[in-house]
């Protein structure tokens, strides 16, 4: 079967930096993404990565490994309103969208 | 006003009631969808359309019914639910069907709270 594992909750510092793991096992890889949701609102589209390597976004940075089947969402310079839920999907080889259960990232002062 | 609109916000509703959840997006996007999303677990899909046209149904029971008039509107139409239909009901839209890919991302609407007594 299919699956994206990522850790369920997560506990940083203001002004530190946190990086959660998303890991995945597709019937074959189209990129994934990193979407953020805050609680009772809209998940957003934060980054999509295809290729091996970083992909910097301020100060939000994603991380992919295709032949570890392996992901990371680096967040830098932690602020408050970074508080929400991380959800990692990847696109399979039919471009269907296998989503995980989501990171909840609790940041405290 | 822009993006992807879902009303109501909250709703409540007893296992016999008949209620819609309505969702409207305003991007020009082809395709639309709805997803049920439950406490810890993954994102569910429950229906796609692409050009009005329903291009994918996930086995979701049929007290769900999903209804696209034209490519901004869609709606899910509830009968007789179950108290474990209660979840966040998320509508999305993407420039084409094949939603997963880079060139489509998903723009997702807030949600309708849902919750069978």
């Known amino acids: 079967g299919q699956n994206i594992d990522q850790p369920t909750e997560m506990t940083a510092t203001e002004g530190a930096i946190v990086q959660i793991n998303c890991t995945y096992q597709?019937?074959?890889?189209?990129?994934l993404f990193w979407y953020q949701q805050h609680a009772g609102e809209a998940p957003t589209f934060l980054s999509y990565n295809v290729l091996d390597g970083l992909e910097e976004k301020g100060r939000f940075s994603s991380f992919l490994s295709r032949s570890k089947g392996y992901s990371y969402l680096l967040l830098k310079e932690l602020q408050m309103k970074d508080s929400a839920s991380y959800l990692c999907a990847v696109t399979d080889s039919n471009y269907q969208l296998i989503w995980g259960a989501g990171t909840k990232l609790i940041i405290k002062p | 006003e822009t993006g992807v609109t879902q009303t109501p916000r909250h709703l409540v509703m007893g296992m016999t009631n008949k209620k819609s959840l309505k969702c409207e997006q305003h991007l020009g996007h082809n395709a639309m969808y709805w997803y049920k999303q439950s406490a810890k677990k993954p994102l569910e899909l429950m229906f796609v359309?692409?050009?009005?046209?329903?291009?994918e149904n996930n086995s979701v029971p049929s007290r769900f019914s999903p209804e696209c008039p034209n490519s901004s509107h869609l709606f899910l139409h509830l009968h007789t639910l179950q108290p474990e239909d209660s979840a966040l009901y998320l509508c999305?839209?993407?420039?084409?069907?094949?939603?997963?890919?880079?060139?489509?991302?998903?723009?997702f609407g807030a949600g309708s709270r849902l919750t069978v007594l």
């Open positions: 359309y692409s050009l009005e046209e329903r291009v």
């Open positions: 597709t019937s074959g890889f189209n990129g």
């Open positions: 999305a839209s993407s420039q084409s069907e094949t939603g997963g890919s880079g060139a489509n991302v998903l723009t």
